[in-house]
Antibody, heavy 118, light 112 residues
Framework: QVRLVESGGGLVKPGGSLRLSCAASGFSFSDYYMNWVRQAPGRGLEWVSYISSSGSTIYYPDSVKGRFTISRDNAKKTLYLQMNSLRVEDTAVYYC???????????WGQGTVVTVSS | QSALTQPASVSESPGQSITISCTGTSADIGAYNYVSWYQHHPGKAPKLIIYGVTNRPFGVSNRFSGSKSGNTASLTISGLQPEDEADYYCSSWTTSDTLVYVFGSGTKVTVL
């Protein structure tokens, strides 16, 4: 069955960096677009980044553009999110999610917690 | 970025029906039939329950149904059950050049 497992979260000081990973299994990872979505404490879901199956097309919202970098290693079936210049407001649970045939997110991981605090 | 607008909470008794609205703009909900809905039990992975406005993934109960009119989408849950108590989020593809997906603000459903 489809499985997405995030890792790499933790406590980091403002201005610091973290690299999140999402290990995929149960499907042909290289055929699917992937996304990162986050949920800050007490807040709703916020889309964070998108990457095409080959990695050639990438999008970010303004809130993370220039600070976050999404990438993927199709041979390792792993999605990444490099987060630099972290801010307190980046504190959230970060989910990786697979994109379906049309724009919707059909499978999600359980999430990894990122806390940015001094 | 502006989130899609949902009511903060909805409460109803078991067996009853509820409808959750999701209001966007002509750049998102009004532009595409790419509205999806997610059920989220805290601490668990969000679950897709509706995609393409009206479609249910395999295995999702037919008590869940979706619709759209203009810039507003709706999720109806009929025959409410205790396990339906969760947060529900709508989402849409968007024409904005800085966003791919926009999510709703979320609705907490309480089964009384």
């Amino acid at each position: 069955q489809v499985r997405l497992v995030e890792s790499g979260g933790g406590l980091v000081k403002p201005g610091g960096s973290l690299r999140l990973s999402c290990a995929a299994s149960g499907f042909s990872f290289s055929d699917y677009y992937m996304n990162w979505v986050r949920q800050a404490p007490g807040r709703g879901l916020e889309w964070v980044s998108y990457i095409s199956s080959s990695g050639s097309t990438i999008y970010y919202p303004d809130s993370v553009k220039g600070r976050f970098t999404i990438s993927r290693d199709n041979a390792k079936k792993t999605l990444y999110l490099q987060m630099n210049s972290l801010r307190v407001e980046d504190t959230a649970v970060y989910y990786c999610a697979r994109e379906g045939v049309t724009p919707f997110l059909d499978y999600w991981g359980q999430g990894t917690v990122v806390t940015v605090s001094s | 970025q502006s989130a899609l607008t949902q009511p903060a909470s909805v409460s109803e008794s078991p067996g009853q029906s509820i409808t959750i609205s999701c209001t966007g703009t002509s750049a998102d909900i009004g532009a595409y039939n790419y509205v999806s809905w997610y059920q989220h039990h805290p601490g668990k992975a969000p679950k897709l329950i509706i995609y393409g406005v009206t479609n249910r993934p395999f295995g999702v109960s037919n008590r869940f149904s979706g619709s759209k009119s203009g810039n507003t989408a709706s999720l109806t849950i009929s025959g409410l059950q205790p396990e339906d108590e969760a947060d529900y989020y709508c989402s849409s593809w968007t024409t904005s050049d800085t966003l791919v997906y926009v999510f709703g603000s979320g609705t907490k459903v309480t089964v009384l």
